[in-house]
């Protein structure tokens, strides 16, 4: 058959009659949908209450707060009850996102490290009262380099921990932290954890002052992690000699976040964008206006 003739029966042919031919589907372009989040520390300078946070949060347009476990114990000690904290949050259609808490589980030291778990054990407890489904597991209470078994192993166990109280542990590094400061290291006990519901917890200031960059983040499925502490980093500073208080608004800075944005649309899914922030700048400005400051210019890029 002359090859135009073949063309004209091919395209005449009715759908039925290509089944022995295979067809390459339309690319299925990935929807990221992103939700956020005000980290508690952006405002704390101006001592807000508990209900004041919520309120604060509700108004500048956040979807929900990352609460410190001191925060909740505050709270409980000024009389009131988790009931009426998890009501709060429902009236003002807040979620508890994530919890920011210092229990030394990772510690080398058996007994620092049985603490911990009795630590988390008890803050598990009371994030699940209100309604909180996930932790912050930073490494505090290690001291000189991680064994990577070893932390895995105990890793392993919090999750375990976790799945039973209904709390997950966000595994979380810090950049200035030395046994614990690269995204290489965070990412070398998750997989040694080899467990499905392992999660790590990424923070642009962290990934920058630690030396992990943020090239590394395109490595990353879409759910090898949940929540993004989302900042920036002055321009003209030595990157070991930054500290938690010079991060400043997204935008402000030098990080790349149209690049890192794009990263994470190509994920998929949903991730929730935490502004967290220690700038004592910022905290002596009003909370309200720091916050709302703080969500514009997190979607000037996501």
Same mark, same amino acid.
């Given at each position: 058959?002359?090859?135009?003739?073949?063309?004209?029966?091919?395209?005449?042919?009715?759908?039925?009659?290509?089944?022995?031919?295979?067809?390459?589907?339309?690319?299925?372009?990935?929807?990221?949908?992103?939700?956020?989040?005000?980290?508690?520390?952006?405002?704390?300078?101006?001592?807000?209450?508990?209900?004041?946070?919520?309120?604060?949060?509700?108004?500048?347009?956040?979807?929900?707060?990352?609460?410190?476990?001191?925060?909740?114990?505050?709270?409980?000690?000024?009389?009131?009850?988790?009931?009426?904290?998890?009501?709060?949050?429902?009236?003002?259609?807040?979620?508890?996102?994530?919890?920011?808490?210092?229990?030394?589980?990772?510690?080398?030291?058996?007994?620092?490290?049985?603490?911990?778990?009795?630590?988390?054990?008890?803050? %598990?407890? %009371?994030?699940?009262?209100?309604?909180?489904?996930?932790?912050?597991?930073?490494?505090?209470?290690?001291?000189?380099?991680?064994?990577?078994?070893?932390?895995?192993?105990?890793?392993?166990?919090?999750?375990?921990?976790?799945?039973?109280?209904?709390? %997950?542990?966000?595994?979380?590094?810090?950049?200035?932290?030395?046994?614990?400061?690269?995204?290489?290291?965070?990412?070398?006990?998750?997989?040694?954890?080899?467990?499905?519901?392992?999660?790590?917890?990424?923070?642009?200031?962290?990934?920058?002052?630690?030396?992990?960059?943020?090239?590394?983040?395109?490595?990353?499925?879409?759910?090898?992690?949940?929540?993004?502490?989302?900042?920036?980093?002055?321009?003209?500073?030595?990157?070991?000699?930054?500290?938690?208080?010079?991060?400043?608004?997204?935008?402000?800075?030098?990080?790349?976040?149209?690049?890192?944005?794009?990263?994470?649309?190509?994920?998929?899914?949903?991730?929730?964008?935490?502004?967290?922030?220690?700038?004592?700048?910022?905290?002596?400005?009003?909370?309200?206006?720091?916050?709302?400051?703080?969500?514009?210019?997190?979607?000037?890029?996501?």
């Amino acid at each position: 058959m002359k090859r135009r003739n073949l063309l004209k029966t091919i395209a005449l042919a009715p759908v039925t009659l290509t089944s022995g031919v295979t067809l390459a589907s339309p690319e299925v372009k990935k929807s990221t949908d992103f939700k956020y989040s005000l980290n508690t520390s952006t405002i704390r300078g101006q001592k807000p209450t508990v209900p004041q946070i919520i309120e604060i949060a509700a108004e500048a347009g956040y979807d929900g707060i990352e609460i410190w476990i001191n925060e909740i114990e505050g709270y409980i000690s000024s009389g009131k009850s988790l009931a009426s904290l998890k009501t709060l949050l429902a009236d003002a259609k807040i979620s508890a996102f994530n919890a920011i808490g210092f229990a030394p589980w990772m510690a080398q030291n058996p007994e620092k490290s049985k603490q911990g778990f009795a630590q988390m054990e008890k803050e %598990m407890g %009371m994030l699940a009262e209100i309604g909180c489904e996930r932790v912050a597991a930073p490494a505090i209470g290690s001291e000189g380099q991680i064994n990577v078994e070893e932390s895995a192993e105990k890793y392993n166990e919090l999750i375990e921990l976790g799945k039973r109280m209904g709390v %997950m542990p966000q595994l979380e590094f810090w950049g200035a932290f030395e046994p614990f400061h690269n995204l290489s290291q965070c990412l070398s006990v998750a997989v040694a954890a080899n467990n499905p519901d392992a999660k790590i917890l990424p923070d642009i200031y962290h990934l920058y002052r630690g030396g992990s960059g943020f090239n590394a983040l395109k490595l990353l499925s879409g759910d090898a992690f949940d929540i993004l502490h989302v900042n920036d980093i002055p321009s003209g500073r030595n990157r070991v000699e930054l500290g938690d208080k010079d991060r400043v608004y997204p935008g402000d800075g030098i990080a790349p976040l149209d690049e890192i944005s794009d990263i994470l649309k190509s994920n998929g899914g949903t991730k929730i964008l935490s502004l967290e922030l220690f700038n004592e700048t910022y905290w002596a400005q009003d909370p309200l206006s720091v916050a709302k400051t703080g969500i514009e210019k997190i979607k000037k890029f996501f």
